[in-house]
Nanobody
Framework: VHLVESGGDLVQPGGSLRLSCVAS????????MNWLRQAPGKEDVEWIS?????????YYEDSVKGRFTVSRDNAKNTLYLQMDKVSSEDTALYYC???????????RGQGTQVTVSS
């Protein structure tokens, strides 16, 4: 399994960003996928969203509900996270993962950094 996240950047509070995750080495179209994040200075990795293999069964952690939107394109083996109305509390390293409790590769990628700052 190989997961590669991209799209992280410096963004102003209230702004938007779209993260992508390209998957290989697995049958992506049959895999439930998750987004996780790790805030600076924190050891815990936080689950923030999950999406079923067919794009249904979508769930969000309360702090991102209504602001983030998860989606996928199975034809491209790609997972997305649309982030809107971001705040400084969204600053973190964002990972896509094949399970919500993934502790490291290969079940998650290397991450993409999102920094929210003016």
């Amino acid at each position: 399994v190989h997961l590669v996240e991209s799209g992280g950047d410096l963004v102003q509070p209230g702004g938007s960003l779209r993260l992508s995750c390209v998957a290989s080495g697995l049958t992506f179209s049959r895999q439930y996928m998750n987004w996780l994040r790790q805030a600076p200075g924190k050891e815990d990795v936080e689950w923030i969203s999950g999406i079923g293999s067919d794009g249904r069964n979508i769930y969000y952690e309360d702090s991102v509900k209504g602001r983030f939107t998860v989606s996928r394109d199975n034809a491209k083996n790609t997972l997305y996270l649309q982030m809107d109305k971001v705040s400084s509390e969204d600053t973190a390293l964002y990972y896509c993962a094949t399970n919500p409790n993934c502790a490291g590769p290969p079940c998650r990628g290397q991450g993409t950094q999102v920094t929210v700052s003016s």
